[in-house]
């Protein structure tokens, strides 16, 4: 699903992974074909966007594209290609932001050899860079994918993957999924079981030490998941790449009158 960053210190070279490497997530619950409507609000409830999450399945491989259209023209796309024959693999990943809603606009693709691409131009004074070469990435690197990795952990399971972040030069950082006590929630007259997961960024060196000298630590991510019968998404709470904290939620497509 959605890319879940970070506004931190961009320094220092790519950043290779550590030893916290422990592999792809397994798939126990494989994705297919969906449609789903979404919206969203800042934390004081006002609307923002409104945008979709559309996924398309061919055998084991999935490409996945979440969206959101903004009131003043900003775009957000964020597209991954994946794979879950035993385990949850990224094949390629594309983000693309652009407007006033973020700090700069953002174009930046990544291949699972990884190999990458990124061009960013700045809302402040309008410089552009452009980036391109190569990272040694681990085999659970996760760009678009916390909501399907949140959706296939074991229940209780506490679990580290890897994320790249574009800074815009890219740095392999670590993520952390810390599962809460279970949760309820009414739908209708019915009590659904929920989780939810509370993702931790981690940075690691010496530009960790300094993004935690200089207050940058980007703020924890928050997902819900919900797991009667199969697990399905309901909330999340966290930055869309840099930027606030923005919530997520399900909505309904308006009917012509």
């Known amino acids: 699903m959605l890319e879940i960053i970070l506004a931190i210190v961009a320094a220092g070279s790519p950043q290779q992974p550590s030893s916290a490497d422990t592999g792809a997530v397994v798939s126990r619950y494989p994705e297919g074909s969906t449609h789903g ?25 999935i490409e996945s594209t979440l969206s959101f259209r903004f009131g003043d023209g900003s775009r957000f796309e964020e597209t991954v290609d994946f794979t879950q024959t035993r385990a949850i693999e990224l094949e390629k990943y594309h983000l693309n932001e652009r407007g006033p809603a973020f700090d700069r606009d953002l174009d930046a693709t990544l291949w699972r050899s990884g190999r990458y691409q990124v061009r960013a131009t700045s809302h402040r004074d309008g410089k552009t860079g452009t980036y391109a070469g190569s990272l040694h990435l681990p085999a659970d690197v996760a760009n678009g994918l916390p909501l399907v990795i949140a959706k ?59 993004a935690k000298l200089l207050g940058k630590i980007p703020p924890d991510s928050h997902i819900w998941i919900a797991t009667t019968g199969a697990p399905a998404f309901l909330r999340f709470e966290g930055p869309m790449y840099t930027g606030p904290v923005w919530r997520i ?7 012509p009158r």
Do not use: C
């Not at 939620?249 to 009917?255: K, M, S």
């Open 37 to 61: 409507f979404l919206a969203l609000h800042s934390l004081d409830g006002v609307e923002l966007a409104r945008g979709d999450l559309v996924q398309r399945a061919n055998g084991t491989a």
């Open 249 to 255: 939620d399900l909505a309904l497509p308006a009917w």
């Open 152 to 210: 296939n952990l074991r229940p209780g399971e506490r679990r580290t993957v890897h994320l790249v972040a574009f800074l815009p030069k890219p740095r392999v950082i670590e993520l952390e999924f810390i599962p809460a006590a279970p949760g309820r929630v009414r739908s209708g007259l019915v009590d659904e079981s929920t989780i939810q997961f509370t993702l931790k960024p981690e940075i690691g060196g010496v530009v960790g030490l300094l």
